[in-house]
Nanobody, 127 residues
Framework: QGQLVESGGGLVQAGGSLRLSCAASIGTSRTYAMGWFRQAPGKEREFVCAISRSGGSTSCKDSVKGRFAISKDNAKNTVYLQMNRLKPEDTAVYYC????????????????????WGQGTQVTVSS
């Protein structure tokens, strides 16, 4: 049974920064393709950023490019989401996701491609 544990959410003023972390513990595989999704009240869960199993490829949605950055530490099985210049529209519950079987440079950007999910962490950006 896989487990993903997120941390780092909170309340921040517009223009501020937060760093989300997600530690993965999934079977015997030590590296995973991972991603961050978010869900605002009344809206569907949407893709934010993703990183390949090796960490060599990344992708982010257009509205966060230049503000958010995803990275991972394979030795710690942990993925990070650095969020800068936050906006009120970034307010949502942020979810970490992991996929155990993946090419080393493949990035997965859709909900259905992931096998494991964290419990979510709230990010609130005040104006």
């Amino acid at each position: 049974q896989g487990q993903l544990v997120e941390s780092g959410g909170g309340l921040v003023q517009a223009g501020g920064s937060l760093r989300l972390s997600c530690a993965a513990s999934i079977g015997t595989s030590r590296t995973y393709a991972m991603g961050w999704f978010r869900q605002a009240p009344g809206k569907e869960r949407e893709f934010v950023c993703a990183i390949s199993r090796s960490g060599g490829s990344t992708s982010c949605k257009d509205s966060v490019k230049g503000r958010f950055a995803i990275s991972k530490d394979n030795a710690k099985n942990t993925v990070y989401l650095q969020m800068n210049r936050l906006k009120p529209e970034d307010t949502a519950v942020y979810y970490c996701a992991a996929r155990a079987g993946s090419g080393t440079m493949v990035v997965h950007t859709t909900y259905s491609e992931y096998d494991y999910w964290g419990q979510g962490t709230q990010v609130t950006v005040s104006s």
